[in-house]
């Protein structure tokens, strides 16, 4: 797969979603559905989506002893899915387990992603909460070579972070990347943000973008401009 800018479609219930990408009559944008989504609709959300030709990245961030998240992959992987993911929290034996359940009887499987560190956890939640005493950037590095040793595809991160990231795991270790907003945009809640431009300079392989386009007085146009700075 190339370079694609997947948009988060952060929205309540399958109305206001349908509602958002009936706008898009041209080109059907890659599709983020996170958990509000999910859980407020169900897998049905998941069937719809894909039937209208959208590419789809499952953003349920599994978490759970090996066996639960592989039998829970194995459930995920009949969705049919491009992308889906986990947190490396889980350790090897986890991810291991995920690749195994998500892996369909011909071979193929969705791709699979990691989550290192939330970028909500600063250095000082890492230190206090979870007792982990080592640079928040040395943390993500090794979470993902841990996510690449236990063979998945590649991880979330900031596009800070993507260089380093392909750097140290390979140029084919994939980086999804949210935080990006227009050089002339609101940043909202995000902390550290690149615009699409700079997302690709850094070499992103896809970015993850939410209220800059669903959030716009034209979703369509703004989707066009992350496409025309990411992709062409
Ligand atoms: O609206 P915005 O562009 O900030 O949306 C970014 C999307 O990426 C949201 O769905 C958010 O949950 C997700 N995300 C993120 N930072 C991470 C992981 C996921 O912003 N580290």
Do not use: W
């Not at 990691?114 to 956890?121: E, M, P």
């Amino acid at each position: 797969m190339g370079k694609d800018v997947i948009v988060a479609c952060d929205f309540a219930s399958a109305e206001q979603t349908f509602a958002f990408l009936d706008k898009f009559t041209g080109r059907k944008p890659f599709v983020k559905i996170g958990m509000e989504l999910y859980y407020a609709e169900g897998p049905s959300i998941v069937r719809e989506i894909k039937a209208r030709g959208h590419k789809i990245f499952l953003d349920l961030k599994l978490h759970d002893i090996p066996n639960t998240v592989k039998k829970a992959m194995a459930v995920l992987r009949n969705l049919d899915v491009d992308i889906t993911n986990l947190h490396a929290a889980g350790t090897t034996a986890m991810m291991k387990g995920a690749l195994e359940g998500l892996t369909r009887e011909d071979g193929t499987r969705p791709l699979l992603i990691a989550v290192t560190q939330l970028t909500s956890t600063d250095q000082e939640a890492l230190e206090r909460d979870i007792l982990i005493k080592e640079p928040m950037d040395q943390v993500v590095m090794h979470y993902a070579q841990t996510a690449k040793n236990a063979g998945l595809d590649g991880i979330v991160c900031s596009p800070l972070e993507a260089g380093k990231v392909h750097d140290r795991c390979g140029q084919n270790f994939l980086t999804i990347t949210p935080g990006v907003r227009f050089a002339d945009g609101d940043i909202g809640d995000q902390k550290r943000v690149m615009t699409p431009a700079q997302a690709k300079e850094i070499g992103s392989d896809y970015i993850v973008v939410g209220r800059p386009i669903t959030a716009a007085s034209d979703p369509v146009a703004a989707y066009e401009r992350c496409v025309a700075e990411f992709c062409d």
